[in-house]
């Protein structure tokens, strides 16, 4: 077996034991052969944005933040939708990426797990190709009414979810394989 691929996995949601932190444990579980994914549960630990603080000696959380991104082999996000939006800690925390290259060409897989998520997903996507990353339609998942999908034990009961779930891993590992 080769060198594990190293995935930094960024959790949008700041609650604990939240259905997106539950998605990307599966996802971990499904490719344990394959990436070594370290999942960030800190957004709400950085510091808000301001460009006056990124031009030349950022926040040390921030370069650390950055170095995770940079020293992967891809990233994936997973998060609900907030008022018809993404979080803004998610937001905040992509903000510290718009002046750097970091995400460009890095290889994305991006789920919106909510109540409904549709515009949030939408706008998710749309910030992640304005900051270049590499996505496709396959890379990306949404999925609707995500409390509904996992039983009391934390695991996913809903065959569908199963099924669009593993197929989103599959992508995501072939776009990451694919990358140079």
């Known amino acids: ?23 990307v444990k599966k ?20 510091p808000h944005f301001n460009p006056d603080l990124d031009k030349e000696n950022p926040p040390k959380k921030i370069i650390e ?10 990233v994936i996000i997973c998060t609900h939708e907030y008022v018809f939006s993404i979080p803004g800690s998610l ?30 997903h939408e706008e998710l996507k749309l910030i ?6 590499k996505f496709t339609e ?4 949404l999925i609707n009414g995500i409390k509904g999908k996992f039983d009391d034990a934390g695991n996913i009961k809903d065959r569908e979810t199963i099924t669009r779930l593993q197929k989103f891993v599959n992508s995501f590992v072939n776009l990451v394989n694919e990358n140079k």
């Open 91 to 120: 937001k905040n925390a992509i903000e510290w990426f718009v002046s750097t290259i970091v995400f460009s060409h890095k290889p994305i897989g991006l789920i919106t797990a909510s109540s409904s998520g549709e515009k949030g």
């Open 1 to 23: 077996m080769g060198v594990k691929k190293k995935i930094f996995a960024i959790i949008g949601s700041t609650r604990a034991n939240s259905s997106n932190l539950k998605l």
């Open 128 to 133: 992640m190709r304005t900051v270049e990353t």
């Open 138 to 141: 396959e890379t990306t998942l």
């Open 27 to 46: 996802i971990e579980a499904l490719t344990t052969e394959i990436f070594e994914i370290t999942i960030f549960e800190g957004l709400a630990e950085l």
């Open 65 to 74: 933040f950055r170095k995770q991104i940079e020293n992967s082999h891809g």
